[in-house]
């Protein structure tokens, strides 16, 4: 990276336009030199519950068109189909961001975006990156992750007011704040997961803290404007480019003033996050926007909407400073914590029939032989996950906000609920409760998911869920997991608006019935 040359990129993006579209375009452009630039993807997280942010699609420059910085990531200015067709690829699996990159040819630089040449088709102009196949994977969710937050001053002296210690403390817990991203992440993965702040850099101010300035404003500059100029200090202080020997990387500002409407935003399957205001020390918006780096997609409720799951981090988090939730079944399952505790059923095949004793994250450590996390495959990616959502009075679950004790049932749009996939919520099953869905996978058969019992007075709490494709049952429905043990073990210390969003994946899904 020649950082001599940041001062001189900066100024260019300091010039950028508050909104990119093909009819408003001031300033010069000029060619592509690489003709290609990494896809970049960020989902934001909107200011109050209920507000519906979408994805926005970028493109990350090679150095040679960053005057010879690393990770500038500018728009993609893109016709709206271009862009639906690339959110689609996304969403669908095909392109993994930050992996994938678009062959622009004869495409064009200006102000803070590429310029797509409108006639571009999408689908035949992504390639997969092969400068980074030699490297490490791009999302670690498992061992010693280490992390930096950095606090951003900007050129008229603008700055959050909390010292870098007390910033440290709530981000990481190194003081006395008990509940925090560390501790979040650490309880919900049951320690395969633990959050290394810093590495003892001298640039640290406090631990896992630096300190930088950017010589531009918040006040009329734009997200990415300054999200870039954040990335070319940052790189110059610690003299190397950015993830660098670390894992992830959050931005704090002051706040947002242009193109605004969200308190948090995150790139998928990559490195950085940024948070305004006060969302830095939000246990749970800074574990949704780490879920979005893991790869992870929202997760929306029972209306449809993109992400109104209340059991889950991934919809509308906590936003309190002592919150925080877990994940549900589909990303329980994409996640890398719970491999010995996954499994798959295939509902289509003939006389199908089987109950399964369930024991829920909460109580993971005590699981004996039981699943707590259940795919229903359906042939086509958009299969079915089966939960127990056990709230305990003391386990990582215990501040969940829906479907305490519950059967929850979701359902993924694509992808097979491996990697980035929009899930929705589609029942919650109390005791003798039934979620019926009809011509399963185009099959034709009826597939019915019972809640048969609930008990929550043993240790670990188990739920009995029988699956059937409507054959008749057999004799008796024993469970097919042994069951588990009842010797406890001690829990985790507690120590601007955006496109449309895409729809849920359409079913016959029937409503909830009650079987007693």
């Keep these: 990276m020649h950082l001599q040359s940041a001062a001189a990129f900066l100024a260019l993006l300091a010039s950028a336009c508050p909104h990119v579209t093909h009819a408003k375009q001031q300033g010069l452009r000029r060619k592509l030199a690489a003709n290609d630039c990494t896809i970049m993807a960020v989902e934001a997280l909107g200011l109050e519950e209920g507000e519906d942010p979408e994805m926005i699609v970028e493109c990350e420059l090679n150095p040679d068109d960053a005057d010879g910085v690393s990770g500038i990531s500018l728009l993609l200015d893109a016709t709206p189909a271009q862009l639906g067709a690339m959110r689609r690829l996304i969403s669908d699996g095909q392109v993994t961001p930050g992996h994938h990159k678009l062959n622009i040819v004869g495409a064009e630089i200006g102000d803070s975006a590429v310029h797509v040449p409108p006639g571009l088709d999408i689908a035949s102009s992504v390639r997969q990156n092969v400068e980074k196949e030699g490297r490490r994977r791009l999302v670690d969710t498992i061992g010693n992750l280490n992390m930096l937050l950095v606090k951003v001053t900007d050129v008229g002296g603008l700055v959050y007011p909390d010292s870098a210690t007390t910033m440290s ?231 969940n906000d829906e479907g305490d004790n519950q059967v929850t049932i979701v359902q993924v749009n694509g992808n097979n609920g491996e990697s980035y996939s929009q899930s929705f919520l589609k029942a919650k099953l109390s005791q003798g409760q039934s979620y019926a869905i009809t011509n399963y996978a185009g099959t034709g058969k009826t597939v019915t998911i019972t809640a048969t019992s609930i008990d929550i007075s043993t240790t670990p709490g188990t739920a009995l869920v029988r699956i059937t494709n409507g054959s008749t049952p057999s004799p008796t429905n024993a469970p097919t997991n042994p069951p588990p043990t009842n010797a406890p073990t001690n829990p985790p210390t507690n120590v601007p608006t955006f496109p449309p969003t895409p729809a849920p994946v359409t079913s016959n899904d029937s409503v909830i019935s009650n079987t007693q």
């Design 169 to 399: 403390d709530e981000v990481f817990g190194t003081g006395t704040d008990p509940v925090n991203l560390k501790s979040g992440l650490e309880e919900c993965s049951w320690d395969k997961l633990t959050v290394v702040p810093g590495l003892s850099d001298p640039n640290e101010v406090a631990t896992g803290v630096i300190e930088v300035d950017i010589g531009i404003s918040f006040t009329n500059n734009t997200r990415g404007t300054i999200r870039n100029a954040i990335t070319t200090a940052v790189q110059a202080k610690l003299g190397h480019s950015l993830p660098g020997p670390y894992d992830y990387v959050l931005y704090s500002v002051q706040g947002c003033y242009v193109d605004c409407g969200w308190a948090a935003y995150a790139y998928i399957n990559s490195w950085n996050s940024v948070y305004q205001n006060v969302y830095y020390k939000r246990p749970g918006v800074l574990i949704h926007e780490l879920g979005h780096n893991f790869g992870l997609a929202h997760s929306g409720g029972l209306d449809g909407q993109t992400y109104t799951d209340h059991t889950c981090s991934m919809g509308n988090p906590h936003y309190s400073d002592d919150a925080f939730q877990c994940f549900n079944p589909a990303k329980n399952f994409q996640l890398n914590w719970y491999n010995d505790a996954k499994i798959t059923e295939d509902p289509r095949t003939n006389g199908y029939d089987t109950t399964l004793t369930m024991v829920g994250i909460d109580e993971y450590n005590i699981r004996g032989g039981s699943p707590v996390t259940v795919r229903l495959e359906t042939g086509g990616g958009a299969d079915y996950f089966v939960g127990f959502n056990r709230a305990s009075a003391t386990g990582p679950n215990r501040l």
